[in-house]
């Protein structure tokens, strides 16, 4: 029976109230305080409402804010050209000589973004996803293929991260005499995605010859998971469709992350599972979203004061509002940069994995929590490291190599590895924990009145778990 309306859940709601009252008055008396040091912390700026300063601590949403109406007029523009290239110019064909043509187009209009954002630096990313192509070519279908594409592209975020893009006097010298433009964005700050799509084209065109398919995954799928389950034909597998993958403009940034076979598919035929009206309704959540936010931090300075040494101060209840603020603007700064640029793509017709598909103070386990978080990147390592590693049969060993992998992944750097090794061992803890719990001789557990509320309390300490360490991932998410 729901209880939506109980007494109990009354008193529920009653706490949350008061909890948040209580944290946004904490937050606003903080913030205020720091209005009137003179000066004022540099990272409080002059915003647009009401004639107040503006958090502006956190690069990624100076970056969102600068570019918003750019994004939000651009992209859509290049999507509807997009469309009457494919609908009215080569009539909605999908002969192979239409095929070639769009996928043309994507590959000029991604070459041209890349240049934008990296300037003559877009020649390193050009050159290692050839040279990932050549070795994926040469050797598919092979034991050898899965260990070499692994180590190529592995070697080439390590060295990528100890050169510094490999910006060195000889490389810029013949780099500059080419073009002088530098660029907006360093291209090894991009790499890190651009590395998941290489080993995406290699591993899918492996199993293709490998005759590894995944059918076993396909039944009760959406339309985008029979698409990365379906291997395409060879002639798929080409260089310019591979490019354009690679370099697709609306997921190059930040994602979410589309694996080869999906976007080989709803290149040749677009999604039909969101409508227009769907992806229109989107676009208002996101913009809604970040007014939202917007509002928020010309009142609320808390992320700013976290993100630098005033944190260290606070005690008890002051480091757990301050924890639970910076985890909550950090899961909407990346909800809004994950959702718009989704939006943006499904607008041309390509679909991908939906991220923060749960709200991270409503996650109730360890595992919920990261598959939630970034789940395009779990569907990645799903695919590509947990099935191949084994699977459910051996996860309490495959998750310690998917772990130190995501924390290299993410930069090279000791924190990073201890990060890693930290979510390695919570995992193997709930692992153990709930294996145990769901055995039979608990089974009578399961239906006692207090059951759900252990469930609860357990819930909410992993929340205050994420909470107390939100502070602390300054270094993390701003890296």
Not at 10 to 16: E, N, Q, R, S, T
Not at 233 to 254: E, K, M
Request: net charge positive; proline share 4%.
């Amino acid at each position: 029976m729901a209880r939506w309306a109980s007494a109990e859940f009354c008193v529920y709601y009653a706490v949350l109230v008061a909890w948040n009252i209580v944290a946004f008055t904490w937050g606003y008396r903080q913030s205020e305080a720091l209005t009137q040091q003179r000066p004022p912390p540099r990272w409080l700026r002059d915003g647009w409402l009401f004639g107040r300063f503006k958090d502006s601590s956190d690069l990624q949403w100076r970056m969102v804010c600068s570019y918003m109406p750019l994004l939000l007029l651009g992209f859509p523009a290049w999507a509807g050209l997009c469309w009457v290239w494919r609908n009215v110019v080569l009539g909605g064909s999908n002969s192979p000589k239409a095929q070639t043509a769009r996928t043309l187009v994507y590959v000029a209009s991604g070459l041209g973004f890349i240049f934008y954002l990296h300037g003559v630096h877009a020649a390193w990313p050009v050159v290692i996803a050839v040279l990932n192509y050549a070795l994926a070519r040469i050797l598919g279908g092979t034991c050898v293929c899965a260990p070499a594409v692994w180590t190529f592209n592995v070697a080439m975020l390590v060295t990528c991260d100890l050169y510094h893009g490999f910006h060195n006097p000889l490389a810029e010298a013949l780099l500059h005499s080419v073009s002088k433009y530098e660029g907006m964005l360093r291209w090894e700050v991009s790499f890190n995605l651009i590395m998941l799509r290489l080993i995406s084209f290699g591993m899918d065109y492996h199993r293709m010859l490998s005759n590894q398919h995944g059918n076993e995954r396909i039944a009760a799928r959406s339309e985008y998971f029979r698409a990365q389950e379906t291997e395409r034909p060879a002639s798929d597998y080409n260089l310019l469709l591979y490019i354009a993958y690679v370099f697709y403009p609306p997921l190059y940034i930040a994602g979410p992350l589309v694996s080869f076979n999906a976007f080989a598919a709803q290149s040749n035929r677009p999604q039909t599972t969101h409508s227009l009206g769907e992806i229109f309704r989107g676009f208002v959540r996101v913009i809604l979203y970040f007014l939202g936010v917007e509002i928020v931090l010309h009142f609320e300075y808390v992320y700013g004061i976290t993100q630098s040494d005033v944190w260290k101060t606070h005690r008890g209840g002051e480091l757990l509002f301050g924890g639970m603020f910076t985890l909550n603007f950090m899961y909407m700064k990346f909800l809004i940069i994950w959702r718009l640029f989704r939006m943006l793509a499904l607008l041309d017709g390509v679909d991908s994995p939906e991220n923060m598909t749960r709200c991270v103070n409503n996650n109730f386990t360890f595992t919920g929590f990261w598959r939630s978080w970034h789940g395009s990147l779990n569907e990645w390592i799903v695919r590509y490291m947990y099935l191949p590693l084994g699977g459910r049969k051996y996860q309490v060993f495959s998750i310690w190599f998917i772990f130190v992998f995501i924390g290299i992944w993410h930069d090279l750097m000791w924190r990073w590895v201890a990060w890693a090794l930290i979510n390695c061992l919570f995992f193997t803890l709930e692992i153990a924990i709930t294996s145990e719990f769901r055995s039979s001789k608990y089974a009578h557990w399961h239906a006692k009145w207090y059951w759900r509320h252990i469930i609860c309390v357990c819930g909410s300490l992993n929340v205050i778990l994420l909470v107390y360490v939100a502070p602390p991932l300054r270094e993390f998410t701003q890296a």
